[in-house]
């Protein structure tokens, strides 16, 4: 595809799709690490001397009507402080009618108020492209959604190209799962297999270890036949544990299954925490994280890893009596010199918690995008841009 650091932007509309959902409470951006890793882009726009219009959704409102709670005004007041210099929130932008400077940079209102926008409709389409003479797709966290703003917008645009932050992403992305330096470890954590199976599935056929963690471990647990007691666990997934271990024992690769493991009787921040052999599971027992032991032998693979990808916590590490196994694997990757990358909310927010985003090599700003990607799934955005290029 084409990127947008190869185009000359002096004078042109830029219109950027990024992705500027972040958490907002009480009018405030409480989160501002999307909007940070955009930056890149829109000061690079502006440099350049192009006339910039972002736009992006944020959360999911009802298409066709507007709703204070959605609107991106919170984003523009963050843009302002950034820029050092007011960055107007244009309501009504469809038909245009509105003038952008050179080396301005204006924010469109949510994209999601638009009718048309989830179904990605011809009208939509052709009225965002209407609005520019470049189209930059950058909105990495939403490339998974074929919708008007990511990639109707981008079929009928003048031009269409990836912007900075799209193309940084792909790249770790390709470099982690397509050209990985040897031996490539994921970490999947969650709490249910069910919703990470079709990652499990295609990780199992790249990966040389497979590390499962929280509800998703217990299902391994059971399958390698001990007693989970209460945890969390589906049973009529044993069957799919077993064929992913055969895959991997095939290749020669692995799964480990925990050796100990930390539990508590009840889900709570004031649960008691048991540390215990894998084997010795009480019926009433949870188990709520891996054991030091355990998390030991994860810090030894990840310290010998050339790259490791890493998704999902694998305890229960909002409460601290059940975050040890999570905080000693962050501590390894942080020391381990292997190529590190890192996607999704709650990981995030573990990264964040054990400070060690400076050392992970990178940190990608998509959730379901990121999935996808470990999916072995082709993007709709970026296959759209791949097709523009043609
Ligand atoms: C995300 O937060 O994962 C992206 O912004 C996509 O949001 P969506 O799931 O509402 O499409």
Redesign the pocket.
């Known amino acids: 595809f084409i990127r947008m650091a190869d185009l000359d932007l002096k004078g042109k509309r830029v219109l950027i799709r990024a992705?500027l959902?972040v958490p907002v409470k009480n009018g405030k951006v409480t989160s501002d690490a999307r909007i940070r890793a955009s930056m890149k882009t829109f000061e690079a726009a502006m440099k350049a001397g192009a006339k910039v219009m972002v736009m992006s959704?944020l959360?999911?409102p009802v298409e066709g009507e507007f709703s204070e709670e959605n609107s991106l005004a919170p984003v523009a007041a963050d843009l302002s402080a950034k820029l050092g210099k007011d960055v107007r929130l244009i309501k009504d932008y469809l038909n245009g009618g509105f003038d952008v400077a050179d080396g301005e940079l204006v924010l469109l209102e949510n994209v999601r108020f638009n009718v048309g926008e989830g179904k990605n409709t011809e009208e939509l389409s052709k009225k965002y492209a209407a609005l520019c003479d470049v189209y930059v797709m950058d909105?990495f966290?939403?490339a998974h959604?074929a919708q008007g703003s990511t990639h109707g917008a981008g079929v009928y645009a003048p031009v269409a190209c990836a912007g900075l932050l799209l193309t940084e992403e792909l790249d770790a992305l390709t470099k982690a799962l397509k050209e990985p330096a040897r031996p490539l470890v994921a970490i999947v954590g969650g709490s249910k297999v069910s919703t990470k199976l079709t990652v499990l599935e295609s990780l199992s056929t790249v990966v040389d270890q497979l590390v499962v963690g929280g509800g998703i471990a217990n299902t391994f647990i059971k399958a390698a036949g001990h007693n989970v007691g209460k945890s969390l666990c589906e049973d009529d997934l044993v069957p799919t544990a077993n064929k992913l271990n055969e895959i991997m024992n095939s290749r020669n690769a692995s799964i480990p299954v925990a050796v100990d493991v930390v539990t508590g009787k009840e889900f709570s921040e004031t649960a008691a925490a048991e540390t215990k052999d894998v084997s010795a599971v009480a019926d009433d027992d949870m188990i709520f994280d891996i054991g030091p032991k355990s998390a030991a032998e994860l810090a030894e693979i990840i310290k010998n890893a050339g790259t490791v990808v890493w998704n999902g916590p694998v305890g229960v590490f909002e409460f601290d009596q059940f975050g040890e196994g999570t905080k000693t694997i962050s501590k390894a990757i942080a020391e381990s010199k292997a190529f590190s990358i890192a996607g999704g909310g709650d990981t995030l927010a573990a990264i964040d918690k054990y400070g060690i985003a400076d050392q992970v090599s990178y940190i990608s700003t998509?959730?379901?995008?990121f999935l996808e990607f470990l999916e072995g799934k082709k993007l709709p955005a970026v296959e759209m841009l791949e097709q523009r290029a043609k």
């Open positions: 992705d959902n959704h959360g999911r909105a966290g939403t959604r998509g959730g379901g995008a």
